[in-house]
């Protein structure tokens, strides 16, 4: 995409998927049930993103603070992973989708890492028209400070020269699969980006909904893709 002209449509999409918990408990329901109508909703936004031909869909799924929350809900949340990938994968194989999980979720244990791994690799074997990148136990913050690290290794190692550090080098070292994000969208009324990808949405479109995820539907999706397409991108620029 070339700077400083007006974007018809993003190609890279960022989703803040909150509101699980309080739709939920605003239907009289346990919190699990919100985060199982999340995941349905997920499959909705997918195929939207395939049909409206987005080059990549990357999801907030579960930060590094999201640890704090009661031990019953995150071992829903770890049951809801093995479920969504077992039933939605011969789906996303169906529709080419190549699915990347990043962050430290090896955090959820061995099994959930081998269906992850078992996923990855499985809908990998083709051109996909969608990538779908869910983020699991991700901070921003701890992704740059990770990449400064591996910076640092690779100099002292001697793989890489100081003089090789810029914008790029840190991004190709970040976890998250996509160097730009072009529109972020949060549901659940709260207007901050909460940790996520503070790197990538250096120049994103930012759209916050009070609309809880669980009610967020293709039409919002087309709703939100429709605004940005709207908007004169001039990246600091003066046209």
């Known amino acids: 995409m070339a700077l400083g002209v007006q974007s018809k449509k993003p190609e890279n999409i ?37 049909s409206q031909h987005i080059n990549s869909l990357t999801l907030f799924a579960f930060s590094t603070e999201n640890w704090t929350r009661p031990k019953t809900e995150i071992s829903g949340i770890k049951n809801l992973i093995i479920e969504a990938i077992h039933e939605q994968l011969p789906e996303l194989v169906e529709k080419k989708v190549k699915l990347s999980f990043f962050g430290n979720y090896s955090k959820f244990g061995s099994n959930i890492k081998e269906k992850i791994l078992d996923a990855e690799k499985k809908t990998s074997k083709y051109k996909e028209d969608l990538r779908l990148n869910i983020a699991l136990s991700y901070g921003g913050r701890s992704d740059i400070v990770e990449s400064c690290k591996q910076i640092t290794s690779s100099i002292i190692s001697g793989s890489m020269e100081e003089s090789d550090i810029n914008e790029e080098s840190i991004l190709e070292f970040s976890q998250c699969p996509e160097n730009n994000i072009d529109l972020l969208i949060r549901t659940g009324g709260d207007h901050r980006i909460s940790n996520f990808l503070l790197y990538q949405v250096a120049y994103a479109e930012i759209i916050f909904l009070d609309k809880l995820w669980p009610d967020f539907t293709k039409l919002d999706l087309q709703d939100c893709i429709k605004q940005f397409s709207k908007v004169e991108r001039r990246f600091g620029q003066r046209l």
């Open 14 to 50: 960022a989703i803040i998927m909150d509101g699980n918990g309080r739709w939920a408990k605003s239907h009289s329901f346990e919190i699990t049930k919100g985060h199982k109508r999340g995941v349905e909703v997920v499959r909705e936004i997918v195929e939207e993103c395939v």
